[in-house]
């Protein structure tokens, strides 16, 4: 009898022994995972990219080309975490299936979506090793979570792979053709594009309108309507326009002069000092709208999965819209306020920003203004009142906006503002940024209730 109660006795302590191994084996799992699918790794990694699209000094278009990519990329490896997310596979020109995880194994999402998106982003930029450094401190912070070891290779394996199949689709979308097509040739028709001062730089991606769109039809799906008839008559509207660019930027007002500055995002400012000329760097138009749909989530609280979704609506209209107004600006091939108010009303006039290099009509941050508003209002509804904090590490006071489309009226009103535009190229590019938006709304779905939408 004594020999019996110990054996049950023992076979009690074995089972007590389990199932605190199991308690607290599933106590970790539960920390890991709290942890690691914190959405401020893919907030994060993002960020990198744009911090490294500003240091290596990317054109706004080509930065718009690497945004719409890695969030590809980012999205196809976080949308396991939310079965109600689909594929955009077969929606986004070129883009065939995917890698898939394997149903039967773990994966963390939030490491494979950072993963995808930090191989993408390191594959498009220049500067390799900014991107390396802050990958492996990254990797390093899942790892302290205590995640398993094969849960965490096996997430790595499978961002990599789908950061392979994203890389090998940007790569048969024209861009390299097109590194290789001739500059924009200056012509001497007063009507035309020239270069400005200080830099006098080259027109910037004439033929961005060869790059393989992401959801519309074609580059000249959305043209706008046709530019104001160019003249130098004083009764002309053609005149009348550039004079009320000339008059608002000579009476701004200390307001208009800080919404000028605020939604500036050029990348190509130069300085001069003496005979010294040096660039300042700053982050372009759709990294702007990047960080807002940063900001957005934060306020909303949204998960890895739907941060990763929002990046990349924001991220595929931007794309789109700027191939439609690339196109626009190299067949009107307006030439900007800044030299026409210099040959014909002021020789002296400077406008309060420094005239991009490239072509007048339309506004390229009016239409992807738009566009990004348009998705934004979609994800976040119409009253989204956010503090739009974008600008603060270039030295500028954060604005606050009742919602994305009173941003995107304010992005747009600003070119006007800090004379680098006339009057119809905001307002039309405004409404070729929304077509752009709501074109997109109508054919990208990422929900699975939304599927019998699709046309």
Not at 40 to 68: G, L
Not at 292 to 320: F, G
Request: aromatic share 12%; with cysteine.
């Amino acid at each position: 009898m004594k020999n019996f109660k110990t054996a049950i006795n023992s076979i009690r302590i074995i089972m007590l022994m389990g199932f605190m191994f199991l308690s607290c084996s599933t106590q970790n799992q539960v920390e890991y995972k709290a942890q690691s699918e914190n959405p401020e790794f893919i907030h994060r990694s993002i960020k990198q990219v744009t911090d490294v699209i500003v240091h290596d000094v990317f054109s706004p278009p080509v930065a718009s080309r690497i945004y719409a990519y890695v969030t590809v990329a980012g999205y196809e490896a976080a949308r396991y975490g939310d079965n109600n997310l689909i594929s955009l596979a077969g929606q986004l020109k070129g883009l065939n299936d995917l890698p898939k995880p394997d149903q039967m194994q773990e994966y963390s999402y939030t490491l494979a979506a950072s993963q995808a998106i930090l191989q993408v982003g390191t594959h498009l930029i220049f500067s390799e090793d900014q991107m390396e450094e802050f990958h492996n401190t990254l990797l390093e912070e899942f790892l302290n979570t205590g995640m398993p070891d094969d849960v965490y290779q096996r997430s790595i394996m499978f961002g990599n792979k789908v950061a392979d199949a994203v890389i090998e689709w940007s790569n048969k979308d024209n861009y390299k053709q097109t590194r290789s097509f001739p500059k924009y040739t200056v012509t001497d028709e007063a009507n035309t594009w020239k270069p400005t001062p200080p830099a006098y730089m080259d027109a910037i991606e004439p033929h961005w309108n060869k790059i393989r769109t992401f959801v519309m039809d074609s580059a000249q799906q959305f043209k706008p309507t046709p530019i104001t008839p160019f003249s130098v008559e004083k009764e002309s509207q053609f005149y009348k326009e550039a004079m009320e660019t000339y008059t608002v930027g000579n009476t701004l007002t200390d307001e208009q002069r800080d919404i000028a500055f605020f939604w500036d995002c050029n990348p190509f400012i130069m300085n001069v000092k003496g005979h010294v000329m040096f660039a300042t760097k700053k982050i372009s138009p759709g990294g702007h709208w990047i960080n807002i749909t940063h900001v957005a989530c934060i306020k909303e609280k949204s998960n890895y999965a739907s941060t990763s979704e929002a990046y990349v609506r924001v991220a595929i209209a931007l794309a789109d819209a700027f191939i439609s107004c690339w196109d626009e600006k190299y067949r009107s091939n307006v030439i900007r306020p800044e030299t026409y108010i210099n040959n014909h009303i002021d020789a002296d006039w400077v406008p309060v920003l420094q005239t991009p290099p490239f072509p007048e009509y339309t506004s390229g941050h009016s239409v992807i203004s738009a566009a990004a508003a348009t998705m934004l209002t979609d994800l976040f509804g119409e009253s989204f009142s956010f503090t739009d904090s974008t600008e603060i590490e270039f030295g500028l006071k954060a604005r606050s906006f009742t919602s994305f489309k009173a941003a995107s009226d304010e992005a747009a009103i600003s070119r006007l503002y800090g004379g680098i535009h006339y009057r119809p190229a905001c307002i039309i590019g405004v409404d070729e940024g929304r077509a752009i938006g709501d074109y997109i709304l109508t054919k990208l779905k990422t929900r699975q209730e939304k599927l019998e939408n699709i046309n």
